[in-house]
């Protein structure tokens, strides 16, 4: 029968970690001497300097193949999204309703658009330059301050009497509101060939009896000029600012919810997806009460 082995007192046990950190007589420290320490320092130094250097070189490659002014994975709208000002939300959806004769019910209103169409006061386009051609404005070369390409001016006085200058309160007291319809940017995308994008707004249910929806388009011509496509990405156009049309309704129907969508009409602007309601169009619920 073997001895049982003697057991270790703490003390001992002590002794046996200090001897395992430092061993004078070897000049171990650790189980190491100091010679294998540095060599294995080297060798982890060593390593992480390849490593480091190898994930820079990718890095390096990867950004050496990225255009900085053109993302290479883009939505896969072919069509541009359609946004409303003001826009109130309801449980389905956009919704608009106020009263007439109660200013506290469309004030809101009024405030949303002027804190919007801040963005294109004169001073806020400044920066970018005056555009008369009706034609595509293409730019191959960057040839404006900075590394950029030139932006044309939208300036809120093209809104006329939707620009909230004749009338601060865009219509609302009189019960003919005046609508922002906004086209969202897709990175170099024309809407057509030689015709401008077009908004027209109507009611959605047109019934026999209900005359048709009459609109006042400002700029007067309703559309959106070729002047401001295509559009180069932010970093190309820093101070770009999409182009505005107004819609003045000027026969809702009072106490009454109607339906209003206002569409985009050009020749790649489609608004017939069912799976995105916004893709071309906008559609809104209108009570003006009186």
Not at 113 to 141: K, W
């Amino acid at each position: 029968m073997a001895a049982l082995q003697e057991k270790k007192s703490c003390g001992q046990r002590m002794e046996e970690f200090q001897r395992y950190c430092w061993n004078p007589d070897t000049g171990q420290m650790l189980g190491r001497t100091l010679i294998r320490w540095v060599w294995i320092s080297l060798y982890y130094v060593a390593f992480y300097v390849v490593m480091t250097g190898i994930f820079a070189l990718c890095i390096y490659v990867l950004m050496c193949t990225i255009d900085p002014y053109t993302p290479d994975y883009q939505d896969q709208l072919k069509s541009p999204g359609v946004t409303l000002r003001p826009d109130t939300y309801g449980d389905k959806g956009l919704h608009i309703s106020y009263n007439v004769s109660d200013n506290r019910t469309w004030t809101g209103l009024t405030q949303a658009l002027r804190h919007f169409l801040a963005g294109y006061s004169p001073a806020a386009q400044e920066d970018n330059i005056n555009c008369t051609s009706e034609r595509y404005f293409f730019q191959e070369h960057f040839l404006a301050p900075n590394h950029t390409k030139f932006s044309c001016k939208f300036t809120v006085d093209m809104l006329q009497n939707c620009s909230g200058q004749p009338d601060p309160t865009f219509g609302f007291a009189e019960g003919k509101p005046c609508f922002i319809i906004k086209m969202n940017r897709i990175v170099k995308f024309l809407p057509g060939n030689s015709t401008a994008p077009r908004v027209d707004c109507a009611f959605l249910d047109q019934h026999r009896d209900t005359p048709a929806l009459q609109v006042d388009y400002f700029p007067r011509s309703g559309s959106y000029s070729l002047h401001y496509f295509p559009y180069y990405g932010k970093k190309a156009q820093p101070h770009y600012s999409n182009p505005l049309v107004a819609a003045k309704l000027l026969n809702v129907p009072k106490n009454k919810e109607v339906v209003v969508v206002c569409k985009i009409l050009a020749e790649h602007v489609t608004f017939d997806n069912p799976h995105d309601p916004y893709e071309g169009k906008v559609e809104f619920k209108l009570t003006i009460q009186k």
